[in-house]
Nanobody, 124 residues
């Protein structure tokens, strides 16, 4: 099966914006996670099958998760970036079952499929 593949990571200055992409054909019930050096991997944003979303408190109002089904691509739009957003960002999926109905889950144990990650660095 084709793996999850993230792209779009870059080095930006504080206050800038980035859009991360994740090719996710064949995967469902998606989320974005991040991991900074020396820290646990944390849920950033999640997308429910009914279109509902959930976000970590630290990114609410700044990040937006979305899915383009025609392109089989998951996005994370990141605005007003801060140095503390610096991390490796991963997209993750909970299932390969097309018929699944999922809520928007930020908990890491809910996800069994992971991409390799894309680095985001925000400088002050």
């Amino acid at each position: 099966q084709v793996q999850l593949m993230e792209s779009g990571g870059d080095s930006v200055q504080a206050g800038g914006s980035l859009r991360l992409s994740c090719a996710n054909s064949g995967y469902y019930c998606m989320g974005w996670f991040r991991q900074a050096p020396g820290r646990e991997r944390e849920g950033v944003a999640a997308l429910a099958t009914d279109g509902g979303t959930d976000y970590a408190d630290s990114v609410k109002g700044r990040f937006t998760i979305s899915q383009d089904n025609a392109k089989n691509t998951l996005y994370l739009h990141m605005n007003s970036l801060k140095p503390e957003d610096t991390a490796m960002y991963y997209c993750a999926a909970r299932t390969t079952w097309r018929g699944a109905h999922c809520d928007a889950a930020l908990g890491r144990p809910s996800y069994g499929y992971w991409g390799q990650g894309t680095q985001v660095t925000v400088s002050s």
